[in-house]
């Protein structure tokens, strides 16, 4: 049972530019959320999608935003990158109906300079 | 705004030593508990959820407790392969599933 995959593992960006991360959910899940974590700090919610659509939305400005796919699968974009936004950041997915726990991916580790 | 407060920062345990780890929250209503272990530069690795006042899980050496303000994870004799950061979040109920994470506990088990 193949679980969260995110790829890629590892990305540097300079500032200004645009950068796309992909996730796939563990099978039999439907939701799907995003979190930055920075360095000795705990994961920050994102948003979340479910049904391809953005359901809920953390503290994070326009420049962050998603997409999910019919597969379930999905991207974070993030334009107009800024020094700050270099973090590990983690896909989760989960089951909507059965609010079961999240299972998080191995994460996406950017550095931006 | 919910809030998930962890202690200590750091810890530093000799292998056999037992302890625990806190986690105090603050949130409207409680739909789950989440512990997760992080190892560096690696995804959370789920180990339990906890429901309600009253509710313990086990799994090894790690045992999970929860009242209504605060949850402990006891590490009963730990191993140097128990090292890692420990983080604790909260789910309020209805809507959609946003998790708060506190800043986590790392700890250090020495041979």
């Known amino acids: 049972d193949a679980g969260v995959t995110q790829s890629p593992t590892h990305l540097i960006k300079t500032r200004g530019q645009q950068v796309t991360l992909r996730c796939s959910p563990k099978?039999?899940?439907?939701?799907v959320s995003w979190y930055q974590q920075a360095l000795g700090q705990g994961p920050q919610f994102i948003f979340q999608?479910?049904?391809?659509?953005?359901?809920q939305r953390g503290n994070f400005p326009d420049r962050f935003s998603g997409h999910q796919f019919p597969n379930y699968s999905s991207e974070l974009n993030v334009n107009a990158l800024l020094l700050g936004d270099s973090a590990l950041y983690l896909c989760a997915s989960s089951k909507r109906q059965t609010q079961e726990t999240q299972y998080f991916g191995p994460g996406t580790r950017l550095l931006v300079l | 705004e919910d809030q998930v407060t962890q202690s200590p920062e750091a810890l530093r345990l000799q292998e056999g030593e037992s302890s625990s780890l806190n986690c105090s929250y603050t949130v409207s209503g409680l739909r789950g508990l989440f512990w997760y272990r992080q190892d560096p530069g690696k995804g959370p690795e789920f180990l339990f959820t906890l429901y309600s006042a009253g509710e313990e899980k086990e799994k090894e050496r790690l045992k999970a407790t929860l009242t209504k303000k605060e949850s402990f994870l006891h590490i009963t004799a730990p191993k140097p392969e128990d090292s890692a950061t420990y983080l604790c979040a909260v789910q309020a109920p209805g809507g959609y599933q946003k998790v708060t994470f506190g800043i986590g506990t790392k700890l250090q088990v020495i041979p």
């Open positions: 999608y479910y049904e391809e659509e953005e359901r």
């Open positions: 099978s039999g899940h439907d939701t």
